[in-house]
């Protein structure tokens, strides 16, 4: 059992310099691994590593002041951040507005399905979604701001028609979270709000070579959750981290009504 599970400042040193690392997560705590996210912040503060990250996430993170993103919002420890919205995450926002980190917005959509073309080894995500938006790269191509130079869309026509194209790239690292967590590594979300896109950014992170690393309210022996309730299969899964303490939300431990 011993193999998979590890501390949460283990597995913050296994995030280096330059990486991608994707974070689960819907914003006011749901379904977020914060205290993978908290720790990874703690790490840069001390050791000033891992610098230049990138950072992915298809929703908002936080509680709209100190948690989530706000644990990463530190200029040198992010290169750039990709993500859905930044509205639970002003401090991050800011580093984006000031010019201090590239900042770069897609539809939140786009990117779930994203997940599942990277997962697929596809070479990326071909949709309408974005046309003559802000998103589409004759017009500002999801950038926020003047640091961000790459190109992450492109249009194409095919079949007569125009298409956004918006292209794959691997991901080094993901956070997920879930509630239990065997030793094999099986992951059930029965105490979750939602599953989201658990699943999809495990599959991702897993196909391009990365990492995947759950963190979990508790841990059980192998065999003990029934199959039907594993939503990520311990072959995804390289490391837990098992968290007691973890809340639901962040408006409290558990309510079943979620």
């Known amino acids: 059992m011993r193999g998979k599970v590890i501390t949460a ?26 205290l993978l996210i908290k720790t990874l912040g703690e790490r840069y503060l001390e050791t000033k590593t891992p610098r230049n990250l990138t ?9 709209r002041k100190t948690t ?7 200029q040198g420890l992010v290169k750039r951040v990709i993500g859905g919205h930044y ?3 002003p401090l991050m926002a800011k580093l984006v507005l000031e010019d201090k980190i590239e900042g770069y917005n897609l539809p939140q959509g786009v990117m779930s399905q994203w997940l599942r073309e990277v997962a697929g080894g596809r070479p990326g995500l071909i949709t309408a979604v974005g046309l003559g938006t802000f998103v589409d790269p004759r017009l500002q191509g999801g950038k926020l701001n003047k640091r961000c130079s790459e190109a992450l ?33 099986n992951i059930s979300l029965e105490l979750e709000p939602a599953w989201l896109d658990t699943l999809p950014l495990a599959m991702a992170a897993h196909n391009s070579g990365g990492l995947v690393i759950a963190q979990v309210k508790r ?38 009504a979620f």
């Not at 192998?222 to 995804?236: D, R």
């Open 55 to 63: 950072i992915f996430h298809v929703s908002g993170l936080g509680d």
């Open 153 to 185: 869309v492109e249009v194409h026509e095919l079949g007569g028609r125009e298409w956004l194209f918006y292209r794959a790239f691997p991901i080094n690292v993901a956070f997920i979270r879930g509630s239990t967590a065997d030793e094999k590594g």
């Open 9 to 34: 400042r283990e597995a913050a040193a296994l995030v280096k310099d330059g990486d991608v690392l994707a974070l689960h997560g819907a914003g006011g705590g749901n379904v977020e691994p914060d």
């Open 87 to 89: 509205g639970m995450a």
């Open 68 to 74: 989530g993103l706000a644990y990463l919002a530190h």
């Open 219 to 256: 841990l059980v022996k192998g065999g003990t959750i029934p199959a039907k309730q594993v939503k990520v299969p311990g072959g995804l899964v390289n490391k837990i981290v098992v968290y007691p303490d973890q809340w639901q939300t962040v408006a409290g431990e558990y309510n079943p």
